[in-house]
C-alpha cells in the first residue's frame, strides 16, 4: 500500500477521507493541518481506520510515502510555506501531487518535480480543452448528473458513494467531478477553461462536450456520473449561486439520462421535490430521479443579516433518521452504506426502462 498524506488538510477533502477504497492500492494514512485551523485533534473515520488530525508536518511526512497538496478552505496558508513544503517532501523522496488551484505559478512548481516524484502521470491534453469541431458531438453512454440546490450539500460525497456503489454492482463508470481534485480517486476533473473568461460561452459548451467525448471513447463506461458545480439556481439577489450559469451550459454540452439532486435539510421538507424536478426537468433538462438530504442546514443568521447563506453541519445520524420517517424510495442519505446502494440500484433501474 503507498501510504498517502492530505495537506493542509479541511474539511473540504472529508469525503476523500470516507472513499479511500476508491484509492485502489494506496490509503490516507495522515490528515495535516497548521495551527489554528481548529482542526487539530479531530477524528476522521474511514472504511477502514479512524484517523486523527494531527499539526505536525515533519513527524507524519517521515511515516509517508507521498503528500497530496490540497486547496485551504477558510484558514489560508502563505504559498512560500506551501511551496517550502512541497521542496521538503522532494528532498526526502517523496512522491508529490498539488492540486492547489490558488498557487500563482503552479505549471512551474510542477515542472520542478523529477518525473519519478509524480505521485500521477502529469495530466494528459484532454484536461486542457480543445476544439475540434464546431458543434457539439452526441453522448451515447448513459449520464447521470450530481447536482446541488447550493453549495456545501455533500455533491462530492455523493459522486464518490455513487461511483463506489455502481462500481460494486459490477459497471464500468467514468466519473466527471464537479471539482478539480478528483484524480487520484479515477475521477476527471472539472475543466478550469469553464470557471475562466478565457473563452466565449459557446465555445465553452462545445469545449465541454469535447472533453466528455473523448473520455468516453477512450474509457468505454456503461455509465458516466458528471458533477455541476456551485448551485444551481439563485434563491434571491444576495444568494445568486452565480445564476445557475454553469449548469445551463453544460446542459447544452451533455445530455442528461438521469439526475440526482442534493439539498440541505430543511424542517418544513416531506419528502416530496416534485415541483423543484419539474422546474429542473423544464430548464435543464434534468430528469431528477433522486434526491439526497445533505448533513446541513442553513445558518438563519446570516439568512436574517441578509448575507450569503452559510450552512452548518447536523448530526449524520439524525438526517439519516428524518429520511426513514419521510419513507420516500426516492429520497436518500447516499453517504449512509445502505443509501448510497438503494440510490445506486433506483438509477440502474431507472437507465434500464
Excluded at 93 to 103: A, E, P, Q, V
Amino acid at each position: 500500500m503507498e501510504r498517502i498524506m492530505i495537506y493542509p488538510y479541511n474539511k473540504a477533502y472529508e469525503p476523500y477521507v470516507w472513499y479511500e477504497r476508491l484509492l485502489g492500492n494506496r490509503e490516507i494514512t495522515a490528515l495535516v493541518t497548521p495551527n489554528g485551523s481548529g482542526l487539530v485533534g479531530r477524528k476522521v473515520c474511514s472504511g477502514r481506520k479512524e484517523l486523527t488530525v494531527s499539526n505536525d508536518y515533519e513527524a507524519q511526512l517521515e511515516q509517508c510515502d507521498g503528500v497530496w497538496f490540497v486547496n485551504d478552505e477558510k484558514f489560508e496558508l502563505s504559498e512560500e510555506a506551501v511551496e517550502e513544503k512541497i521542496h521538503r517532501a522532494m528532498d526526502l523522496g517523496k512522491k508529490i501531487l498539488c492540486t492547489r488551484t490558488s498557487l500563482p505559478d503552479s505549471g512551474r512548481i510542477a515542472d520542478s518535480i523529477p518525473p519519478a516524484l509524480h505521485l500521477l502521470p502529469r495530466e494528459t491534453e484532454r484536461e486542457t480543452g480543445r476544439l475540434e469541431a464546431d458543434y457539439c458531438y452526441p453522448v451515447d453512454t448513459p449520464v447521470l448528473v450530481v447536482y446541488g440546490t447550493e453549495c456545501g450539500t455533500d455533491k462530492l460525497a455523493v459522486q464518490l458513494a455513487l461511483r463506489e456503489a455502481l462500481i460494486d454492482i459490477g459497471y464500468r463508470v467514468t466519473s466527471i467531478s464537479s471539482r478539480m481534485d478528483g484524480r487520484l480517486y479515477g475521477m476527471h476533473p472539472f475543466p478550469e477553461y469553464m470557471l475562466g473568461p478565457g473563452c466565449s460561452e459557446g465555445d465553452k459548451i462545445r469545449q465541454y462536450n469535447h472533453y466528455v467525448k473523448r473520455i468516453e471513447l477512450a474509457e468505454r463506461p456503461e455509465i458516466m456520473i458528471v458533477g455541476v458545480p456551485g448551485g444551481v439556481l439563485p434563491y434571491d439577489r444576495v444568494d445568486h449561486n452565480e445564476y445557475g450559469i454553469l449548469a445551463y451550459e453544460m446542459s447544452f454540452a451533455v445530455p442528461c439520462d438521469a439526475a440526482v439532486m442534493c439539498m440541505s435539510y430543511s424542517d418544513g421538507f416531506d419528502g416530496d421535490y416534485s415541483a423543484f424536478a419539474q422546474d429542473m426537468e423544464r430548464i435543464f433538462r434534468y430528469h431528477t430521479v433522486g434526491c439526497h438530504i445533505a448533513a446541513a442546514v442553513p445558518d438563519m443568521q446570516t439568512v436574517l443579516d441578509n448575507r450569503k447563506r452559510h450552512l452548518v453541519s447536523l448530526d449524520r445520524e439524525f438526517v439519516e433518521a428524518k429520511v426513514k420517517q419521510y419513507g420516500k424510495p426516492d429520497v436518500f442519505h447516499v453517504v449512509n452504506k445502505q443509501g448510497a446502494r438503494d440510490c445506486a440500484q433506483l438509477i440502474v433501474d431507472t437507465l434500464s426502462k
